[in-house]
């Protein structure tokens, strides 16, 4: 049997530890872009000096050699033969395969606004590369602007306060991280960065961008006429899924991305995908268990994606710790929220007939663990006579005749 591997991140050196573990003896192949293994998830600790280049590594030293890998360096995939089992490399050779794991992960999405695609100083904060960039940027200049105020955005913001740089924020929604928190649990971070020296606009997004004659942006402006002065912008707003070598492949793919399965099965029964490339759940943990459920069944496994509640988020930024758990901001008509807040933290919990479809914890984190329980089973919390935020696994454990211990969670 032979394996290939398309992409060296979470997923891609998840699936290659689980192929191995389950078949020592067949070949395995790893093309990736990337000359090393780093999580980009701790990107924001290189721009601001916290961490090394080796510090961001999270695989074992000389994975390669570890796991008897033959590592194809800094080559991307162009191009996938079904009929022949093979795929194609930017220098012109080609790989077979028995079984193909596609891992290729995302990009930043460079929205369409006027004069953003010819700027020179306009980057992602994705790759390695990126993040070099902006160093040498944030040695020099005076502006840097990051559009977007999701998880990855306020990493980069993070990173740049680190490194000594007080950037502007610019997001479309009405406050920051909308995915994750509500308005109040927002604008604790809002305070605490704007204590640090940052800029935030909300609730407008950037018109159109003014180039100089090298094609660098010198000034942004908003859709309500701000305008911005900027040296450097980082754009955090958005990705898209690295599909693009699929074209014209026959296989089946989506608006976000690559289709699979619940096992990682692709359209083709020898090719599988796993992590950001389904542009779906783009969230270490999901993309790190997607590889190992393909892995498996690449290997002749039976593992489903069954067992994880992908809708969860932690931050811990400036020293706060926040947790989000499902759909924290539901229509009225789609949930009733409880709310509990002291001087030192927030929760809010949203249930529907009985049901808790999502939650927020910030500055207290202890209720996580029992709520992600209570979401991902279905729990009918109207069984429980006690107030939501007093319901802990107690209410759950009860004794039978023999005195022992039996785990029920009175799930529906």
């Not at 721009?47 to 999270?58: D, I, V």
């Not at 969230?283 to 290997?299: D, L, R, T």
Request: glycine share 10%; charged share 25%.
């Amino acid at each position: 049997m032979k394996y290939v591997v398309l992409g060296s991140s979470a997923a891609g050196i998840s699936g290659i530890r689980e192929l191995r573990r389950l078949d020592p003896d067949s070949g395995i192949v790893l093309v990736s872009r990337d000359e090393m293994i780093y999580s980009r998830c701790i990107l924001h600790h290189y721009l601001g000096g916290e961490r090394t280049m080796e510090q961001l590594n999270f695989a074992e030293k000389d994975f390669d050699r570890v796991y008897q890998v033959d590592w194809k360096r800094g080559r991307t995939c162009t191009g996938l033969n079904r009929e022949n089992k093979s795929i194609s490399l930017d220098n012109g050779e080609t790989v077979s395969y028995d079984k193909l794991l596609i891992a290729t992960g995302a990009h930043t999405y460079m929205p369409e606004i006027p004069g953003l695609g010819e700027a020179v100083n306009a980057i992602g904060f994705r790759n390695i590369e990126d993040i070099q960039v902006l160093k040498e940027a944030a040695a020099h200049a005076e502006h840097i602007v990051v559009m977007g105020a999701g998880l990855v955005g306020m990493d980069c913001v993070t990173g740049l306060l680190d490194a000594g740089v007080k950037p502007v924020l610019v997001e479309t929604a009405r406050w920051m991280l909308a995915k994750q928190l509500d308005e109040t649990a927002a604008a604790r971070y809002q305070e605490a960065f704007a204590g640090k020296g940052v800029k935030q606009y909300y609730g407008h997004g950037i018109s159109r961008v003014e180039l100089d004659p090298g094609k660098r942006i010198t000034e942004l402006v908003l859709d309500d006429g701000t305008c911005l002065p900027c040296d450097c912008l980082v754009v955090t707003a958005g990705v898209r899924a690295n599909v693009e070598f699929l074209e014209g492949s026959g296989l089946t793919l989506g608006r976000q991305g690559l289709v699979y399965d619940e096992t990682g099965k692709t359209s083709d029964p020898h090719i599988y995908g796993a992590g950001d490339v389904s542009g779906a759940r783009p969230i270490w943990p999901v993309a790190v268990k997607e590889g190992i459920v393909a892995a498996s069944n690449m290997a002749g496994g039976s593992q489903r994606m069954t067992d994880f509640f992908a809708s969860k988020s932690t931050m811990n930024f400036l020293g706060i710790p926040s947790m989000s758990l499902g759909d924290v901001n539901p229509a009225q008509e789609e949930g009733r929220a409880e709310i509990c807040q002291t001087k030192d933290s927030y929760k809010k919990i949203i249930h529907r007939n009985g049901k808790i479809t999502g939650a927020i914890l910030q500055g207290d984190l202890a209720y996580g663990g029992i709520l992600q329980q209570l979401i991902a089973q279905k729990v009918d919390i109207t069984k429980v006579k006690k107030p939501v935020f007093d319901i802990d696994y107690s209410d759950f454990f009860h004794m039978d005749e023999n005195f022992e211990f039996y785990y029920e969670m009175n799930s529906q």
